[in-house]
């Protein structure tokens, strides 16, 4: 009984077995791109003009093509498929079979550049959808570059100007966003940057499970990922602390310039940058690059929800007013310490002191002539108990009990190093005078009329608030 049963089993298996490897035998015999270049023969015998075409044209021999890209480190098989895109009587056919457009193939040779240098792909694949890689379950991590962002890979050999002047003009306006919408200001890049976001060098070559797929709606790929991101980072990476207004062209931009970020994969005697793109040399360029992003316009106080934390106004013109370039220098140097605002000198996030110069320049550009009325912070002696009980009641509940600012306080941070170093007339006549314009209101007779000894002994205070923690 139960020998029969095995018996049927076995010959139920090998009936299986051998259809399944006739199977593999014909498509073996009878791969993808044979339809392809037996199709591409026939449309090449009908267009050939000439005796000597027609020749080539019956010549064509239906078989494996590849090259191989010593230099490159690459195998391309695409031309398996794509076989016209170096034939001149291929123009009017349709893809795979019709001649390359342009003339990028004259300006690289296909057997010296390949096609996957500039489109990406799987080269060594001889199927459409592995080749191409846009299934998902290829595990390709660079499928076919949708032609939006094809200019990425130009740049990985070419310069931003060298391109513009060809025609190429999408590389180059997703650097010059990247310099205007302040990335900078939160990301470094080649070493110069701020810190709250990931350094971007390399970026372009991340495998796309690096990143989290899970709320892209397009296609699971990183370009995708980056395009969608620039548009909502919260929809992308939920409680994402990247603040960017961008609309839909400047995403795209911006995503062909972050595909560009890729960590030394073209050998060097393939790529011709003649110039680096330069170095922004003009404080108001500085500003755009590494700044603007929080601070904007500088006009305003803005409690930013995402920070948790006021951005103060820097050109609010009473704070240019008060302070000296010496003492604005060393705050947008050593930064603020558990907040947002980055460290931006050299050995830290990678200005240069010429540059802090500049911008400090173009901050206080439109600073008011006439100082403000001095205060004489020295003349009193301060009584820093007194100070506590008013600071207690007139400034913790904006400036928090710490000093610190944060979640929910309209205030700054005082408890920071610079501002306990910080000239104490400075400190006295900011309070004296507050910041109109801003929530930092005036306290002296002008205001809330508390007397010159109180402010004096509230600053005193103040000056002891890192001591606090
Ligand atoms: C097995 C055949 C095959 C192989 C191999 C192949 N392709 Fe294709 N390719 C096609 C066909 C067919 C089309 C046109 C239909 C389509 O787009 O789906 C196409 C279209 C394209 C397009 C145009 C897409 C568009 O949106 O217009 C590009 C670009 C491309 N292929 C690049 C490549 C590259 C690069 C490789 C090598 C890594 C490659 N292909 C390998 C068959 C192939
Ligand atoms: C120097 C870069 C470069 C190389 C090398 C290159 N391509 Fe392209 N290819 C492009 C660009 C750029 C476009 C988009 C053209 C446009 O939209 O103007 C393109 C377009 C295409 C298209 C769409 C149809 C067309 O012709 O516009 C196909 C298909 C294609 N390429 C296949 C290939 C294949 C196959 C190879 C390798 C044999 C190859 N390419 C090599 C840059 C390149
Ligand atoms: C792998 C590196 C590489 C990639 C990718 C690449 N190029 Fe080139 N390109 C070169 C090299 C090398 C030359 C010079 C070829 C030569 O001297 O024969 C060249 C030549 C050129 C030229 C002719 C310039 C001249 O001075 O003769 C243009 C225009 C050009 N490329 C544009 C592009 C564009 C547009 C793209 C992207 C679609 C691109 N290249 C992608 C390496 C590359
Ligand atoms: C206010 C700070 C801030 C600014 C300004 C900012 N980012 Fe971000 N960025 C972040 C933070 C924080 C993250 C991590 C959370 C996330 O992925 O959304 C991030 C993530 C990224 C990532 C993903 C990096 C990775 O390795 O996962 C890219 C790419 C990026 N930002 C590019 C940019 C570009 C380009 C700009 C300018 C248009 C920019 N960012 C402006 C803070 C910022
Ligand atoms: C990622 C956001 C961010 C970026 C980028 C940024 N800042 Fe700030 N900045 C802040 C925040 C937040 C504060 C307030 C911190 C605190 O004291 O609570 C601040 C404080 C300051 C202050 C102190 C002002 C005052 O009233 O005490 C100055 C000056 C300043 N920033 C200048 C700059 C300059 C110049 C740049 C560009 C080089 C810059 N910031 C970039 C977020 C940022
Ligand atoms: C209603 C909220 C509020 C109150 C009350 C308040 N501040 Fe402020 N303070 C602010 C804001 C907001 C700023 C930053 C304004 C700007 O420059 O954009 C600030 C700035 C300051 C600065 C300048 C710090 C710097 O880095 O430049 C000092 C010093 C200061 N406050 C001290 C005090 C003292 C002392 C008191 C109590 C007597 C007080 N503040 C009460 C909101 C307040």
Request: charged share 25%.
């Amino acid at each position: 009984m139960y020998r029969r049963f095995y018996l049927i089993l076995l010959l139920i298996s090998g009936v299986v077995l051998f259809a399944f490897s006739i199977l593999a035998i014909v498509k073996e015999l009878n791969p993808e791109w044979k339809g392809y270049q037996s199709e591409y023969k026939k449309i090449f015998i009908d267009n050939a003009e000439g005796p000597e075409a027609d020749v080539l044209a019956k010549q064509f021999d239906i078989g494996h093509k590849q090259i191989y890209l010593k230099r490159l480190k690459r195998v391309d098989r695409c031309m398996n498929c794509h076989a016209g895109v170096e034939n001149p009587f291929m123009s009017e056919a349709e893809v795979p079979y019709r001649r390359h457009s342009g003339d990028y193939l004259d300006k690289h040779p296909v057997a010296e550049f390949g096609c996957t240098v500039c489109h990406d792909g799987q080269g060594r694949a001889t199927n459409m959808k592995e080749a191409h890689g846009i299934e998902f379950d290829t595990h390709w991590d660079r499928p076919v570059l949708p032609f939006t962002y094809i200019e990425s890979s130009c740049a990985g050999c070419h310069d931003a100007e060298m391109l513009k002047n060809n025609g190429a003009i999408k590389f180059a306006a997703g650097e010059k966003l990247f310099r205007e919408k302040g990335c900078r200001g939160c990301h470094k890049l080649a070493g110069e940057g701020g810190v709250l976001g990931k350094n971007l060098d390399g970026i372009g070559s991340r495998p796309k499970h690096y990143f989290s797929l899970r709320y892209v709606e397009g296609d699971k790929t990183a370009y995708a990922w980056l395009r969608e991101h620039f548009v909502d980072p919260a929809k992308i990476v939920p409680d994402s602390g990247m603040k960017v207004v961008l609309n839909d062209e400047e995403a795209d931009l911006l995503t062909v310039y972050m595909l560009t970020m890729k960590s030394g994969e073209i050998p060097k005697e393939y790529r011709r940058i003649m110039n680096y793109p330069e170095r922004p040399v003009t404080g108001e360029a500085l500003y755009r690059m590494y700044c603007i992003a929080c601070h904007t316009s500088g006009e305003q106080t803005i409690y930013d929800e995402i920070f948790g934390r006021t951005i103060p106004a820097i050109m609010n013109p009473s704070f240019l007013k008060s302070i000296n370039d010496r003492l604005l220098t060393e705050m947008i140097k050593e930064g603020r310490n558990g907040t947002q605002m980055t460290a931006w000198k050299n050995d830290a996030a990678g200005l240069g002191d010429d540059e802090i110069q500049r911008i400090v320049a173009y901050i206080t550009r439109n600073r008011p002539e006439a100082g403000p009325e001095p205060f004489g912070f020295t003349k009193f002696s301060a009584d820093v108990r007194a100070g506590r009980e008013l600071y207690k009641v007139r400034c913790a509940f904006c400036h928090g009990e710490t000093g610190r600012g944060g979640k929910g306080f309209l205030g700054i941070d005082l408890a920071n190093p610079v501002i306990q170093g910080a000239d104490p007339e400075f400190l006295a006549v900011t309070v004296r005078d507050g910041r109109p314009g801003t929530t930092m209101v005036p306290f002296g007779e002008k205001g809330l009329k508390l007397e010159a000894r109180e402010i004096t002994d509230v600053v005193a205070y103040v000056r002891t608030l890192s001591m606090k923690e």
